[in-house]
């Protein structure tokens, strides 16, 4: 009975409880390693225990309570020879890997990405986000990462993350096709390539990333100030009306800032001499605009040509044009006695009382006198 409460009292019990939220890893600390054979080892959730007997991984236990025994410790049994009477302490590293996410890690590009924009041409673009990390493959984590470090952080791996997905980013960005003015809307796709570009690699660590995120993709200070005038020029519209209405507000605001007295004096002739420039520049730009006609306007349609009747002889010939009428005046066959109609006239009338045929029979001379006179 003695016996049985002293075994009894030295019982192990083998767990982690940190609750730190940078920890990826954490080594069981046990003076020479020795681990009693029956031990109570307790995993809980978003965690792993993983043995490492003699420098070799032997087991991964997933969340549970298991007692280290024979029956539940294949490997290890294998590897510490025991048979089924053994019950002495084994020499053992235990090792507690953080299987919960990590979120937040912070990425962004150190230098600006050179792409080909089909809109801008070669331009620079800069971005940042966050992600989110957790160990997949604990055994694959502590071989190729942890190693024998007995306390392994977030920090420890966050730069080689930082390095992977800026590497990435660029690649897939500038192989996109995506134009600029359209990334901010393609932000998922984006993040869904880059997530699928980083994969492989951190498979290879025992890691994944269940979430990716572009917070920003920026432009240069100078390309975004050119798009911040081409935006208000698009804004603005016609010029002149601009003009107009900025000229009204400037007077506007010289006259509310005067006041009484020599400095009101002072003001007011400021305010005038405002309203004079500003009034010179609206006609100017108006008689301007009254001048040139707009950019791409097209010239509005000659007006019709007036057409022309003739009566001879109890007969209506045509209708001519005022060049044909010419044509015929210097020939002699138009006459101020001619009957002439076009629409609009009340009826036959002489060409030589029509206005508009005024001109054409200047030219014409009048018939001469009767002889004798």
Same mark, same amino acid.
């Given at each position: 009975?003695?016996?049985?409460?002293?075994?009894?009292?030295?019982?192990?019990? /083998?767990?982690?409880?940190?609750?730190?939220?940078?920890?990826?890893?954490?080594?069981?600390?046990?003076?020479?390693?020795?681990?009693?054979?029956?031990?109570?080892?307790?995993? $809980?959730?978003?965690?792993?225990?993983?043995?490492?007997?003699?420098?070799?991984?032997?087991?991964?236990?997933?969340? *549970?309570?298991?007692?280290?025994?024979?029956?539940?410790?294949?490997?290890?049994? %294998?590897?510490?020879?025991?048979?089924? *009477?053994?019950?002495?302490?084994?020499?053992?590293?235990?090792?507690?890997?953080? +299987? $919960?996410?990590?979120?937040?890690?912070?990425?962004?590009?150190?230098? @600006?990405?050179?792409? $080909?924009?089909?809109?801008?041409?070669?331009?620079?673009?800069?971005?940042?986000?966050?992600? +989110?990390?957790?160990?997949?493959?604990?055994?694959?984590?502590?071989?190729?990462?942890?190693?024998?470090?007995?306390?392994?952080?977030?920090?420890?791996?966050?730069?080689? /993350?930082?390095?992977?997905?800026?590497?990435?980013?660029?690649?897939?960005?500038?192989?996109?096709?995506?134009?600029?003015?359209?990334?901010?809307?393609?932000?998922?796709?984006?993040?869904?390539?880059? %997530?699928?570009?980083?994969?492989? +690699?951190?498979?290879?660590?025992?890691?994944?990333?269940?979430?990716?995120?572009?917070?920003?993709?920026?432009?240069?200070?100078? !390309?975004?100030?050119?798009?911040?005038?081409?935006?208000?020029?698009?804004?603005?519209?016609?010029?002149?009306?601009?003009?107009?209405?900025?000229?009204?507000?400037?007077?506007?605001?010289?006259?509310?800032?005067?006041?009484?007295?020599?400095?009101?004096?002072?003001?007011?002739?400021?305010?005038?001499?405002?309203?004079?420039?500003?009034?010179?520049?609206?006609?100017? !730009?108006?008689?301007?605009?009254?001048?040139?006609?707009?950019?791409?306007?097209?010239?509005?349609?000659?007006?019709?040509?007036?057409?022309?009747? /003739?009566?001879?002889? =109890?007969?209506?010939?045509? &209708?001519?044009?005022?060049?044909?009428?010419?044509?015929?005046?210097?020939?002699?066959?138009? +006459?101020?006695?001619?009957?002439?109609?076009?629409? =609009?006239?009340?009826?036959?009338? @002489?060409? =030589?009382?029509? &206005?508009?045929?005024?001109?054409?029979?200047?030219?014409?001379? &009048? &018939?001469?006198?009767?002889?004798?006179?």
């Amino acid at each position: 009975m003695v016996f049985s409460f002293i075994r009894g009292e030295f019982i192990d019990v /083998i767990e982690w409880t940190d609750d730190s939220r940078d920890t990826m890893v954490w080594r069981f600390e046990r003076r020479g390693n020795a681990i009693k054979y029956g031990a109570k080892l307790t995993v $809980r959730e978003g965690q792993v225990a993983a043995f490492v007997h003699e420098g070799q991984l032997a087991d991964v236990f997933e969340p *549970g309570l298991y007692m280290l025994e024979t029956n539940n410790m294949p490997v290890l049994t %294998t590897l510490q020879h025991w048979d089924h *009477g053994f019950k002495s302490p084994f020499k053992s590293e235990i090792y507690f890997v953080n +299987t $919960r996410r990590f979120p937040g890690l912070k990425w962004g590009t150190r230098n @600006p990405v050179m792409l $080909r924009d089909p809109e801008f041409g070669p331009v620079r673009v800069r971005a940042f986000g966050s992600c +989110t990390i957790r160990v997949a493959d604990a055994a694959t984590f502590l071989r190729e990462i942890v190693g024998t470090d007995g306390h392994f952080t977030e920090d420890e791996i966050s730069g080689q /993350i930082r390095n992977i997905v800026v590497q990435k980013f660029s690649r897939a960005v500038a192989a996109s096709g995506i134009p600029v003015l359209d990334m901010a809307a393609n932000t998922r796709e984006l993040g869904a390539i880059i %997530t699928e570009a980083i994969g492989p +690699t951190l498979t290879d660590y025992g890691l994944e990333m269940p979430e990716f995120y572009i917070e920003n993709i920026s432009l240069p200070q100078e !390309v975004e100030q050119a798009l911040d005038r081409r935006t208000s020029m698009g804004i603005v519209g016609d010029l002149g009306k601009y003009t107009q209405f900025a000229t009204a507000e400037a007077m506007r605001t010289a006259a509310a800032a005067g006041d009484g007295g020599g400095a009101g004096m002072g003001a007011g002739l400021g305010a005038g001499l405002g309203m004079g420039v500003g009034m010179g520049m609206a006609g100017q !730009v108006a008689a301007q605009q009254a001048s040139t006609p707009a950019a791409g306007q097209a010239p509005p349609p000659p007006p019709p040509a007036t057409e022309w009747h /003739i009566a001879e002889a =109890g007969q209506s010939r045509g &209708p001519f044009t005022e060049a044909e009428l010419s044509n015929m005046a210097s020939a002699g066959s138009l +006459t101020r006695a001619t009957l002439v109609w076009t629409a =609009g006239q009340e009826g036959w009338t @002489p060409a =030589g009382e029509v &206005p508009a045929l005024a001109g054409l029979l200047a030219r014409v001379p &009048p &018939p001469p006198p009767p002889p004798g006179d």
